[in-house]
């Protein structure tokens, strides 16, 4: 069931989104409150998205807060995402790291806005690959890759490293399956 939001519901929602997301919503995105946020509303026992935010601003054990971001993040993610920059990566930036952790430098890579990890765990089996063809396997020990995401269960799929056959397809070729079987035996 869909909750209607009247304009002035709107406002606070979107502010108390902004606020605890950093989403900033334009004008005429209300579709994506009524959609995203409906079930909330019915589940905390409200009537309306007024008295949700009320809700919300009084929860002090942050569960209603961490809810309304999980529903509002988009969290698209998937395997090599985005072929231009991982070519990028692969002939510019990668060699240049591997260079520095030659030389005994730790290198250490923020993966923000990771959802549920493809991204970091993409550029571990390009990292690995890239070593592996210089005979370097064992240099991978000085890099760290720390992915950070504001959505809560996002971040427990990364962990956790579990992917559905769908997600494991998406982005991802059976030749690399089969090459960096290494890396991918302890995501499913």
Known sequence: MIIKVTSQ????????????????????????????????????????????????????????????????????????????????????????????AIAGHPVRIWSAAASTGQEAYSLTMMIEEQARKRGLPRITSNFEIIGTDISSSALFLAISGRYDVLSMGRGISDERKERDLSILQYLN
Do not use: Q
């Open 9 to 100: 519901e709107y406002t606070l929602m979107k502010s108390y989104i902004e606020k605890h997301c950093g989403i900033h919503l334009s004008d005429g995105k209300d579709y994506l409150i009524e959609t995203r946020l409906s079930d909330l509303v019915i589940e905390f026992g409200c009537t309306s998205f007024f008295e949700f935010h009320g809700e919300a601003i009084k929860s002090f054990d942050g569960k209603i807060r961490d809810r309304v971001v999980d529903a509002m993040t988009t969290n698209e993610t998937f395997w090599f995402r985005d072929e231009n920059c991982w070519n990028y990566l692969e002939s510019d930036i990668v060699p240049d790291l591997l260079k520095k």
